[in-house]
């Protein structure tokens, strides 16, 4: 291994939260019956005339806009031909040498520092159907169902592809490892969602890769043979078929073998990778312009438009919220990894909470409940406005912090406010000196073989105490004052 470099090239198939498709007004909704959001225009009938969907464009663009990407002038699209059963129209409506934006990069942390992965491009296109194989071992069929044709999709090329001429060893710069790769497979994704673009629901096929593997040999100085593993769409299975495949390219070369060229498929149901057909090139698919699509200008007062809608992204707000709310590092890495959420805890510091308190809250008991419940944190019953007013209520000595944790509950449950559930139940905090003076003297009646014990030295049953008076006012009294009474009572 010593003499061998590994660089990773991901093709990253986005596809795009739109209403409708990419070239026609078929709904872009994930599910329904099989060949139900369907027309011609999808099958490619005779006849038929695609129509740009602008929402797919203003979508990439903001992508573009958020990985500091070049955006081109124009770009147009092809005809990227070839035959298979779950593309009707016998071609793929993509992009090619005039694609939507070139360059940019993806920041990922490695070991504590920051790394660039820099781009290739970013191009559009459409999705194809979906094979259907049939589990019965008596039959052979394949169905396929078109409603997925026409999807929009962004596919994002990390550059450089390995293996092409242009390509060095730059370990700087490209993807160098299996863990690498799905740190930069995670991060845009959250990027992208972030943008609100895609949902990147991963068992739904809204985000898949491919991904090119190819070897660096440092003796000879050049890079062995390319192969592609195809549809990949889970971060714990794309890791065990990348590691899988680049010890099949490392064991081939020590034994003085050549790589072949190929497509791989990985089966998560044996953990292998394997052959599934010999690696087409850019010939292979015969591109040619789309006669039915006129090229799309891009102009300024567009680009600019698209700026309006690019949000604060999640290593800028991750900064924001060191620096502006004092939060640790790894608090703030938590509320801004999804922008829901980094949403909902900002919400609740503008309601007027604490930052640290806020914070606290948000990353135990309101993570806690949506994780339990499988609720996203944006439709969750507890809004930010009544979760600052239950902060309040405990900030200003209504209630304390245990009962605090009790009103949450019931929040979330009945949905009510925090001051109309501490009324309703009796639960304000008992702060009355003289009030308490009498349970704690009620107390310590009970217990005289632990008040002997504790003048005795074992001052660990202090905490037993105060246990025993919160218990009897039901966890009302105030902790402070409590602890100040008994230790004022037993002294």
Known sequence: MSNYRVVIGLEIHLQLATRTKVFCGCSNEFGGEPNTHSCPVCLGMPGVLPVFNRQVLEYALRLARALSSN?????????????????????????????????????IDVAGTTKRIHLDRIQIEEDAGKSLHSED??????????????????????????????????????????????????????????LGISECNMEEGNMRADANIS??????????????????????????????EIARHIEILSGGGKVKQETMLYDSATDT????????????????????????????ELLAQVRKNVPELPDERRKRFVS?????????????????LA???????????????????????????????????????????????????VASGTINQNVAKDVFAVMVDSGKQASQIVEERGLAQISDES??????????????GEVQRFRAGEVKLMGFFVGQVMKATKGRANPALVNDLVRKYLS
């Open 71 to 107: 955006v081109s002038e124009r770009c147009r699209f092809v005809r990227k031909n070839y035959f298979y059963p779950d593309l009707p129209k016998g071609y793929q409506i993509s992009q090619f040498h005039e694609c939507l934006a070139y360059g940019g990069a993806v920041e």
């Open 343 to 393: 949403d909902y805890f900002e919400g609740v510091v503008k309601s007027g909470s604490e930052p640290r308190t806020a914070a606290n809250w948000v990353m135990g008991d309101v993570l806690r409940e949506t994780n339990a419940r499988k609720v996203d944190v944006s439709i969750f019953p507890v809004s930010p406005a009544r979760l600052a007013e239950l902060i309040a209520l």
């Open 215 to 244: 070897i660096w040999d440092e003796a000879r100085g050049s890079f062995g043979t390319k192969t592609e593993i195809k549809n990949l769409n889970s971060f714990k299975f794309a890791h065990r078929a990348l590691t899988q």
């Open 273 to 300: 990778v394997a052959p599934m057909r010999s690696k087409e090139e850019a010939h292979d698919y015969r591109y040619f312009p789309e006669p039915d699509l006129v090229p799309v200008v891009i102009t300024e």
């Open 137 to 194: 071992s008596h039959m052979e069929d394949t169905l396929v169902d078109v409603n997925r044709c026409g999807t929009p999709l962004l596919e994002i090329i990390s550059k450089p592809t390995p293996g092409s001429p242009d390509c060095v060893y730059d370990p700087s710069v490209y993807l160098n490892s299996p863990d690498e790769a799905i740190t930069y497979w995670v991060k845009l994704r959250q990027l992208t969602r972030y």
């Open 435 to 448: 009030a308490l003076e009498g349970v704690v003297a009620e107390v310590m009646g009970r217990f005289p």
């Open 324 to 340: 502006q709310f004092g939060l640790t590092r790894d608090a703030a890495d938590l509320l801004s990894a999804e922008r829901a």
